[in-house]
Nanobody, 115 residues
Framework: QVQLVESGGGLVQPGGSLRLSCAASGHIFSINAMSWYREAPGKRRELVAAITSGHSTNYADSVKGRFTISRDNAKNTVYLQMNSLEPEDTAVYYC?????????WGKGTLVTVPS
């Protein structure tokens, strides 16, 4: 059974940085896309950043220039470096892996940036 476990969330002051990690355990092969989504209170879950197996990346406009997604295929791990954090970045962050058409989700990690 495949499980995704996120880590690295927490409370950070505006302008600060955090690095999120998401590692897959269990038998998972040839992960195509690795992505980070977030869900803020009262809002829909939205795509933050995605990276393909070829390391092509895509970012939401709201995080371009501040967030960087990367992956380590050998470790089945995806990272999200978040800089210049703003109160609007407060949300639960979820990782998502796609492998052979199957979607896998982590349980989320909370990032809080007080105003």
């Amino acid at each position: 059974q495949v499980q995704l476990v996120e880590s690295g969330g927490g409370l950070v002051q505006p302008g600060g940085s955090l690095r999120l990690s998401c590692a897959a355990s269990g038998h998972i092969f040839s992960i195509n896309a690795m992505s980070w989504y977030r869900e803020a209170p009262g809002k829909r879950r939205e795509l933050v950043a995605a990276i393909t197996s070829g390391h092509s990346t895509n970012y939401a406009d709201s995080v371009k220039g501040r967030f960087t997604i990367s992956r380590d295929n050998a470790k089945n791990t995806v990272y999200l470096q978040m800089n210049s954090l703003e109160p609007e970045d407060t949300a639960v962050y979820y990782c998502n892996f796609i492998s052979y058409g199957m979607n896998y989700w982590g349980k989320g990690t909370l990032v809080t940036v007080p105003s």
